[in-house]
């Protein structure tokens, strides 16, 4: 089973709200990631779990946040929604020797009012 | 700056046709390339890698790779219309689990 999961698939928040995605997968990987992606726009890498230890980059340090309570969970907090957030939030995991073989969620689709 | 570039944005290819994708990286630090595909309304999924200079085949796919332009391609032989998808080409520095992603390249093939 290769199947990584995402919740909600759809999120309407207001400006100004806290936004909890979430991400769950069963095949035991060591890294977790979470991407924006935007249209016409790259896929943007927000964050990475190694394990236990948080990777992220530089100019999205202060607007997300995560937590991987466990190997197979992990989140992604907005504190503070903007409009800029709106975007589809993209879960993937990859693990053992195979590092840049991604699996991807469905995606979770952000829409900010 | 995109650190990732594909070109075409877009490609329409006849059904049995030659489809070239092509993928540079600005980053001299990038030792791995990537391509994933996305279809309409999925998730992206890997399609091959390539971390040797040269080429490598896996059915009607090719990839090939210069290291020293940090240059690679991909080309779809006898294009079939379920390979009509987003194809997106990502980067990674050497024992570097964070892929970096380009806009991607558009697929069409036109029965």
């Known amino acids: 089973d290769t199947t990584v999961k995402q919740n909600p698939r759809y999120k309407l928040a207001r400006v100004g709200k806290p936004v909890n995605l979430i991400c769950s997968q069963t095949?035991?990987?060591?890294?977790m990631y979470w991407y924006q992606k935007k249209p016409n726009q790259a896929p943007k890498l927000l964050l990475f779990?190694?394990?236990?230890?948080?990777?992220r980059e530089a100019d999205t340090f202060e607007k997300f946040q995560s937590s991987r309570p466990n190997n197979s969970f992990c989140s992604l907090y907005i504190g503070s929604a903007g409009l800029e957030y709106s975007a589809m939030y993209l879960c993937?995991?990859?693990?053992?020797?195979?590092?840049?073989?991604?699996?991807f969620g469905e995606g979770s689709k952000l829409t900010v009012l | 700056q995109q650190k990732v570039q594909q070109s075409p944005e877009s490609l329409i290819v006849p059904e049995g046709g030659m489809a070239s994708l092509n993928c540079t990286s600005s980053?001299?630090?990038?030792?791995y390339f990537w391509w994933y595909r996305q279809h309409s309304g999925k998730s992206p999924k890997m399609l091959m890698?390539?971390?040797?200079?040269g080429e490598k085949e896996e059915g009607r796919f090719t990839v090939h790779l210069n290291k020293a332009s940090l240059h690679t391609s991909l080309h779809i032989r006898d294009s079939q219309p379920s390979d009509s998808a987003l194809y997106l080409c990502?980067?990674?520095?050497?024992?570097?689990?964070?892929?970096?992603f380009g806009t991607g390249t558009t697929v069409s093939v036109s029965p």
């Open positions: 993937a995991s990859s693990g053992g020797s195979n590092t840049g073989q991604l699996y």
């Open positions: 890698s390539i971390f040797s200079n």
């Open positions: 980053d001299r630090n990038v030792d």
């Open positions: 095949m035991n990987h060591d890294t």
């Open positions: 990502a980067a990674s520095m050497q024992g570097g689990r964070a892929l970096i």
């Open positions: 779990y190694y394990d236990k230890i948080l990777n």
